[in-house]
């Protein structure tokens, strides 16, 4: 397994796509549903978007929860539909495991939309991959080291707050989570690493 990979040999690497289905949960009445699916599942991939500021002073606000099983990513407005009890106990629930990239930056925004939400089993990838050989912290890194795809980036810095998402946004962020969720299973398929891999600290140049 590669160690780390350059924005060159991933530019040359085939485009990775996201096949299942995606759901936008943009009103109250399809959440009980999503939520419903999503319970069926003991580990969901999730990301986060939100609309880009440009001003220093700006702070950003979430926009969009991304949870996906193997087959459906369902993106959850919630500048629209806040968070709704039935996603703040799906969030909260430790016996379901979240997996994503900088779930921890993730958890401390959404706390921040919403006081009141304690977010549990939350698994952010970034603290296991070191363990693997993994240098790189990127998804786009990480997923191409992995699967040997890229996953495009274009649509990242587009409105997330806009009246509709355009198939461009929808496949960009159901890909995101999904694509987390890949490559935790992936991780589950190798090797388990010895502890102390955990906390080994990085070489310093001499």
């Known amino acids: 397994m590669l160690s780390s990979i350059t924005k060159e040999e991933i530019g040359k690497l085939a485009k990775a796509t996201f096949t299942g289905e995606i759901v936008v949960v943009d009103s109250l009445p399809q959440v009980e549903s999503a939520v419903a699916a999503l319970e069926q599942c003991a580990i969901i991939g999730m990301d986060t978007e939100s609309k880009p500021v440009f001003k220093k002073y700006e702070r950003q606000s979430v926009a969009l929860i991304q949870l996906s099983s193997e087959s459906c990513c369902y993106l959850f407005r919630i500048n629209k539909i806040g968070i709704p009890p039935r996603l703040q106990g799906l969030l909260e629930r430790e016996d379901i495991l979240k997996v994503g990239l900088d779930l921890c930056g993730d958890r401390r925004q959404l706390r921040r939309f919403s006081p009141e939400l304690h977010p549990q089993g939350f698994v952010d990838l970034q603290r ?36 509709t998402l355009t198939p461009a946004q929808q496949s960009y962020a159901a890909l995101d989570a999904y694509a987390c969720l890949r490559i935790y299973h992936r991780l589950e398929s190798e090797p388990m690493p010895l502890l102390h891999h955990f906390g080994l600290c990085p070489e310093q140049p001499s």
């Open 128 to 163: 296991l991959t070191p363990a693997y050989g993994i240098h790189d912290l990127g998804l786009q890194k990480i997923y191409a080291i992995l699967f040997g795809e890229k996953i495009s980036k274009r649509a990242q810095l587009t409105n997330w707050e806009a009246a």
